[in-house]
């Protein structure tokens, strides 16, 4: 799944960049065709009001929620393969956090987040295509508070065209004026037989 290189809060990959990018096109291709003919039903709970964000340490993921597109999912950490690949969960209903990546309000680098979409329904991101810049608010719940974050750029490509990018797209050196960048990483464009594109929505942390 998706990374670049350096260290984020949570932990660097240090010297495993060139593995990571090498195994990049490979897991996008399991995000998009791992779950494309499953159709399961995914279930979203109640309650979308969402307390007043104050300064929140930064910790790792439990929730994910885009309340005007119907998506709430639990956030699972997930790890590299030893084939430096990183595969979303099983559950379509669940979305993994990278855990070498940054942890939601962390100063630097890039909070990364990929799941399922499956074009009979019931992936946890199967309407993420839908955001755009400007847009609907992302929240996600973490171990220690609620961290909030606005739309800044949604990018559609082939898994090469994002192999070829990775480092920009998903690199922990990054350092954002309002802290760790949200990377959301799903599938689009499907073709009748599996999906062509990854969706990647960055996101600026409020």
Same mark, same amino acid.
């Given at each position: ?5 350096g ?6 990959? #240090? !010297?495993?960049?060139? %593995?990571l990018?090498?195994?990049? %096109? ?7 065709? !791992? ?12 309650g979308?009001?969402?307390? @007043? ?6 910790? %790792? ?6 309340? @005007? ?12 393969s ?9 559950d379509?209903d669940?979305? #993994? ?5 940054a942890?939601? $309000?962390?100063d ?6 990929? $799941? ?6 019931? #992936?946890?991101?199967?309407? &993420?295509?839908? @955001? @755009?810049? /400007?847009g609907?608010?992302?929240? &996600?719940r973490?171990?220690? /508070? ?15 065209e994002?192999? %070829? ?6 690199g922990q ?5 309002? /802290? ?7 599938c ?10 990854n ?8």
């Amino acid at each position: 799944m998706p990374s670049g290189s350096g260290s984020g809060s949570s932990g660097g990959i #240090g !010297g495993r960049l060139d %593995a990571l990018l090498s195994g990049l %096109a490979t897991m996008l291709l399991v995000v998009a065709g !791992g779950m494309a003919v499953v159709g399961l039903a995914s279930s979203f709970l109640g309650g979308d009001d969402e307390p @007043e964000r104050t300064d929140v340490p930064a910790a %790792a993921p439990i929730e994910l929620r885009v309340a @005007e597109l119907g998506i709430k999912a639990k956030v699972v950490p997930i790890q590299l393969s030893p084939d430096a690949v990183l595969d979303p969960p099983n559950d379509p209903d669940v979305v #993994g956090w990278w855990d070498d990546s940054a942890r939601p $309000g962390a100063d630097t680098g890039q909070v990364v987040i990929t $799941g399922h979409t499956v074009h009979t329904g019931g #992936g946890a991101l199967d309407r &993420l295509s839908e @955001e @755009e810049p /400007g847009g609907r608010p992302i929240v &996600l719940r973490t171990k220690a /508070g609620v961290q909030r974050y606005a739309v800044t750029k949604r990018i559609v490509a082939s898994p090469e065209e994002v192999a %070829a990018r990775a480092e920009k797209l998903f690199g922990q050196d990054r350092r954002e004026p309002g /802290g760790a960048r949200l990377v959301l990483v799903t599938c689009t464009d499907w073709n009748g037989s599996f999906y062509e594109s990854n969706v990647i929505i960055m996101a600026r942390q409020l």
